[in-house]
């Protein structure tokens, strides 16, 4: 059927370079491999990566979550900075499955781009690898999409989904929690990976910041204010967890505190939060100002300083406040009767 | 800090409607709640999915991958017919977990759109959640997120996750396949999510076509020759790897035969495609003429009909034909002592 002419249409002439692809999949595998644990049973080019399922889980129950990383990714790109942005993904979906009491086995990442930039995609991955060893999860695949004429030049899309388990009865369902537990804030180091569509427009457009400037009243750039990494609390909470010592988990995300604690709350009880309990750190209270958001507007869309709230009983919260040890921890509002989110 | 202006920024400025994304995931629900099995454990809404490990698979293993659609969305958006691309997905996925012999337990996906319609959402997720149910598997999550700034009016990329479980001793790991073994292609519904960045230059900037215009030679249209939906082999495979007919599954995405073959075959194996064994489908011979592609390029960039290779016995290939049905199954090579893939 080919009629041998030299002016054929290549595959690379529509905008994909399968050899680049091969390149950058090279790249990666020892930063893949660092990830292995001794339940990862397949390598890098595998169809699908190949996990056991962990014999020290009792009635092993599987938990899984999809994420992605937000527009916090055109915070990366104007920084051009890309290490940062996997962790953040990781991060946030290892916290999803924590909160219902689960530690994660596995990551798979997918990355999206309209031309393909080893340097960048290096720079995503290893990111996506570093926060993988730092949770104790195996990178187990992956895929690096080409998509020519659906990315602006430089730009890419980030989504992530982690597998991790939980023994049966460990399962963290809300059933634990009672009338007059306590909710105790685990700082966040930040926006986390919400709320990016409303900061960029008040510090892009309205404030007129660059990467480069300071974000007022915070003594930090735009730049390393909104890439801080979003905080996995595994470490912190693994501990208390293993004790037995919580009663609910909820991951503060899109929706803020009122969109994310009613989630874990059973029918019948709500919640008082204390607003005088922790500070709000500087980055919320500039946002706040320039852009002249309503208070409970910024409660809804940002995490105002607390990452996760461990609900526990009374007595316990010592030991959860001593696990989070340098995160900062507070005892931020109670469990009552009744249902909502009320804030005083 | 909020000084009550009622011309303070709020989030729905930004381009992000939490209510819309509300509606949207309440329209889901029972789309999602149709693919639930016993093992599901958890409601649409949770943080993290729940799946309880199968107990019919004896010492399991997980298999998982991640994939997306690539630029077959493009057409999808050029159509305006969003309820196909989900099927793709999922079958792909599907298909990647197959060749390692797993079945599928659950799927996660990741939808992101600049503005999120409503309608478009539902019509991509039914899609996925029909994929899902004809594949025995639960839609178990998945995130939807707005992206304003950073997709086209219109557009959105697609990505989903899954996992399957095997019995570690049924694992497809290329170790069964032996010199003599017969190579049976299984047909292709047309380009399957692979070539569509070099496919679309072809039929709409050389051929100059529209979505509703016909491809030259294939009695269809450009959309329905270009959003047939990718097949998965699950329901043709099932009862062959169960009566462990089948030394090695091959699924022919990017790359080709000739990329994904060698994937599979133990070293020292290479095999011969009798390019006569099977004809290739008018759609391939269309873009082939049209863009004046060259033929190895063409085999490295589709799937040219082939869409799963299964390795096996001489004896067994009646049993695979058989099983295949109306899928359409032909003979088209051998494995043979040597390297890499030769065609004549």
């Known amino acids: 059927m080919s009629d041998g002419r030299s002016d054929g249409l290549r595959y690379a002439d529509a905008g994909v370079d399968l050899d680049a692809a091969e390149r950058a999949k090279e790249g990666l595998r020892s930063l893949v491999a660092s990830t292995r644990d001794c339940f990862t049973l397949s390598e890098l080019g595998a169809f699908g990566g190949l996990y056991a399922v962990p014999d020290d889980v009792e009635q092993p129950v599987l938990v899984s979550s999809a994420d992605g990383v937000g527009t916090k990714l055109k915070v990366a790109f104007a920084a051009n900075r890309h290490d940062t942005v996997g962790q ?37 991955v290893r990111g996506v690898a570093i926060a993988c060893r730092e949770n104790r999860c195996a990178l187990l695949g992956g895929e690096t999409a080409q998509m020519p004429d659906f990315y602006a030049a430089g730009e890419y899309d980030l989504a992530g989904f982690v597998v991790g388990a939980v023994a049966r009865d460990r399962i963290l369902d809300g059933s634990r929690i009672r009338a007059g537990d306590v909710l105790v804030g685990l700082a966040s180091t930040g926006l986390h990976t919400n709320g990016y569509s409303l900061a960029r427009r008040i510090v892009f457009d309205v404030l007129g910041l660059g990467v480069d400037d300071e974000l007022p009243g915070t003594g930090r750039t735009v730049g390393d204010e909104l890439l801080a990494v979003h905080r996995s609390y595994l470490g912190a909470l693994t501990a208390p967890l293993a004790e037995e010592r919580v009663h609910g988990l909820a991951h ?26 922790w500070e709000i750190p500087a980055v919320f209270r500039a946002l706040q100002e320039a852009g002249g958001v309503e208070r409970d507007e910024m409660d809804r869309v940002f995490n105002m300083g607390i990452g996760m709230i461990v609900v526990t009983e009374p007595a316990e919260v010592p030991a959860i406040v001593g696990a989070a040890g340098e ?12 249902e909502g989110i009320g804030y005083r």
């Open 327 to 338: 995160i900062g921890a507070w005892e931020i509002g109670r469990v009552i009767e009744g």
């Open 88 to 124: 953040c993904l990781v991060n946030h979906c290892v916290n999803d499955i924590l909160v219902q009491g689960a530690r994660p086995l596995f990551f798979l990442d997918y990355l999206a781009t309209g031309e393909m930039d080893e340097s960048v995609v290096q720079d995503v």
């Open 252 to 277: 503060v995300t899109g929706g803020g505190i009122p969109g994310n604690l009613p989630r874990i709350l059973p029918e019948g009880l709500g919640a008082v939060v204390e607003r005088s309990a």
